[in-house]
């Protein structure tokens, strides 16, 4: 994967407290590096990747609770890693075609 950091348990656990701000604070400070290279690594524009970015933590919020650590289930970085690729399939597969560039389908964005 892309420079992961190391995962703390017990900051996700933080997470799941809507209450708790700076674990929230700390999770996007620690994550949205990753999650912004990864989308401009796909060749999105700086801004898109931060909205992208930003939309990404917002999924995070809605879906927190389900995450369990297990040895089973996916590690964090590997859920937050999947949100992220949907996201940015999802972004990419929504984007006009940039006249400028001269791109004339979504296939020409993606390679």
Same mark, same amino acid.
């Given at each position: 994967?892309? #420079?992961? *950091? !190391?995962? &703390?348990?017990?900051?996700?656990?933080?997470?799941?407290? *809507? @209450?708790?701000?700076?674990?929230?604070? !700390?999770?996007?400070?620690?994550?949205? *590096?990753? %999650? $912004?290279?990864?989308?401009?690594?796909?060749?999105?524009?700086? !801004? #898109?990747? !931060?909205?992208?970015? @930003?939309?990404? $933590? %917002?999924?995070?919020?809605?879906?927190? #609770? @389900?995450? @369990? *650590?297990?040895?089973?289930? /996916?590690? $964090?970085?590997?859920?937050?890693?999947?949100?992220?690729?949907?996201?940015?399939?999802?972004?990419?597969?929504?984007?006009? /075609?940039?006249?400028?560039?001269?791109? &004339?389908?979504?296939? #020409?964005?993606?390679?």
């Amino acid at each position: 994967m892309t #420079d992961w *950091p !190391e995962t &703390s348990e017990s900051l996700i656990l933080r997470v799941k407290d *809507p @209450q708790d701000e700076a674990s929230w604070r !700390e999770l996007v400070a620690v994550y949205r *590096p990753v %999650v $912004f290279r990864m989308a401009r690594s796909r060749g999105l524009q700086h !801004e #898109d990747a !931060e909205d992208l970015a @930003q939309g990404v $933590f %917002v999924s995070v919020a809605r879906a927190i #609770d @389900q995450w @369990q *650590p297990s040895d089973e289930g /996916p590690r $964090f970085r590997n859920w937050l890693a999947r949100i992220t690729r949907n996201a940015i399939i999802n972004a990419l597969t929504r984007l006009r /075609p940039d006249r400028a560039a001269g791109a &004339s389908s979504v296939a #020409d964005v993606l390679n």
